[in-house]
């Protein structure tokens, strides 16, 4: 997370729905938010209140819930992770919306940023490149080019990695 503040995954979740909420209803309610997240809305009051802490939203009891500034920074920070990560399972990988969707909440709490680049690279290579032509560079990824046959520039890839159809790969 690019964030000052660290979270933990459930906090996480509490903002992104606000974010979404809020997206859709302008503010965000605490009613909605446990419907939402299916939670008590004693859960909800007392994530509420962690989140005003931090100084991520501005709440107070039965009143609506709006972000703060760091507190959208945040929350469009997961929003972003949650996006990339399921759109890669559903584009990509060929998973379906539901199971992509369930994959991508787990996973965006804890994914890296080189990490989810890495995701975004390799996205926009399969989408403009889905039938070869591409060829990979040393540290940065996947490149395209429709004059080249599909090639991987075996010096880039780690030793374990090094292996073609059962044999090791010799360097030239």
């Avoid at 709440?59 to 759109?87: I, W």
């Avoid at 690279?121 to 039938?131: G, I, R």
């Avoid at 940065?140 to 046959?149: H, I, P, T, V």
Wanted: charged fraction near 25%; proline fraction near 3%; hydrophobic fraction near 40%.
């Amino acid at each position: 997370m690019t964030s000052t503040v660290m979270l933990t995954a459930s906090l996480e979740d509490y903002l992104e729905t606000i974010f979404h909420i809020i997206a859709e209803k302008q503010v965000a309610r605490p009613r909605d938010i446990a419907r939402q997240l299916n939670v008590s809305y004693a859960s909800v009051t007392g994530a509420l209140r962690a989140l005003a802490d931090k100084g991520l939203i501005h709440y107070s009891p039965y009143d609506v819930v709006t972000l703060t500034a760091e507190g959208n920074t945040a929350a469009q920070d997961v929003v972003h992770r949650h996006e990339v990560l399921r759109n890669f399972f559903v584009q990509v990988l060929a998973v379906n919306e539901r199971d992509a969707d369930e994959a991508a909440c787990k996973m965006e709490h804890s994914i890296p940023d080189i990490i989810l680049e890495r995701f975004i690279q390799f996205a926009k290579f399969v989408e403009t490149c889905p039938s070869g032509g591409g060829k990979w560079l040393a540290g940065s990824g996947y490149q395209c080019n429709r004059n080249l046959e599909p090639q991987r520039n075996e010096d880039s890839l780690p030793r374990q990695q090094k292996v073609a159809k059962g044999r090791r790969v010799s360097k030239k």
